[in-house]
T-cell receptor, first 115, second 113 residues
Framework: DAGVIQSPRHEVTEMGQEVTLRCKPI?????LFWYRQTMMRGLELLIY????????DSGMPEDRFSAKMPNASFSTLKIQPSEPRDSAVYFC?????????????FGPGTRLTVL | SQKIEQNSEALNIQEGKTATLTCNYT??????LQWYRQDPGRGPVFLLL?????KEKRKERLKVTFDTTLKQSLFHITASQPADSATYLC????????????FGTGTRLKVLA
């Protein structure tokens, strides 16, 4: 299996621009997570989906952030408009069943820089 | 408020020694606790899971303990090697009903040859 795939790996954009991050979970996994990692705050859960339905989006910082999962093999995280404080590494992760004993499989991350 | 604390300062140890990393939490009652390893420029990789009713879990050179009274987990790497150098993250699942893990900020380990 190819593992969790994220694109792009690096994104540099200017303040105010729209940014779209993409994720393909491991085939057969039924839950998907978006995290943001910074030095100051560590790894923060933004939102997670179970069977393509958003279950908990309490970590989404504000209305500028939105996430979708139109099907079991694809999810997007969009930031519009982007701000310099959004600069971070964004990770996508998936798990097989949705049980607390599941292992989370992380993608390689997208490093976002907002100038 | 809920808090997970890992030693934010890097831990340097000599090759061959046992590394011990600490994860302390407050105002949680975790049902499960996981440890992950993260290398620079990569996503975290799962290492071990321990349940609240388990005191200790082992996997090869790794050992995790879970003390729900002290609200602490310890992660040990015995016979450490330079290849063990990485950042180690602990993560707590607060309930078994939904899958939601809260991560600590991680501890950077450097094993010196």
């Amino acid at each position: 299996d190819a593992g969790v795939i994220q694109s792009p790996r690096h994104e540099v954009t200017e303040m105010g621009q729209e940014v779209t991050l993409r994720c393909k979970p491991i085939s057969g996994h039924n839950s998907l997570f978006w995290y943001r990692q910074t030095m100051m705050r560590g790894l923060e859960l933004l939102i997670y989906f179970n069977n393509n339905v958003p279950i908990d989006d309490s970590g989404m910082p504000e209305d500028r952030f939105s996430a979708k999962m139109p099907n079991a093999s694809f999810s997007t995280l969009k930031i519009q408009p982007s701000e310099p404080r959004d600069s971070a590494v964004y990770f996508c992760a998936s798990i097989p069943r949705g049980h607390s004993t599941d292992t989370q499989y992380f993608g390689p991350g997208t490093r976002l820089t907002v100038l | 408020s809920q808090k997970i604390e890992q030693n934010s300062e890097a831990l340097n140890i000599q090759e061959g020694k046992t590394a011990t990393l600490t994860c302390n939490y407050t105002n949680y009652s975790p049902a499960y606790l996981q440890w992950y390893r993260q290398d620079p420029g990569r996503g975290p990789v799962f290492l071990l899971l321990i349940r609240e009713n388990e005191k200790e879990k082992r996997k090869e050179r790794l050992k995790v303990t879970f003390d729900t009274t002290l609200k602490q987990s310890l992660f040990h790497i015995t016979a450490s090697q330079p290849a063990d150098s990485a950042t180690y993250l602990c993560a707590l699942a607060t309930t078994s009903g939904t899958y939601k893990y809260i991560f600590g900020t991680g501890t950077r380990l450097k094993v010196l040859a």
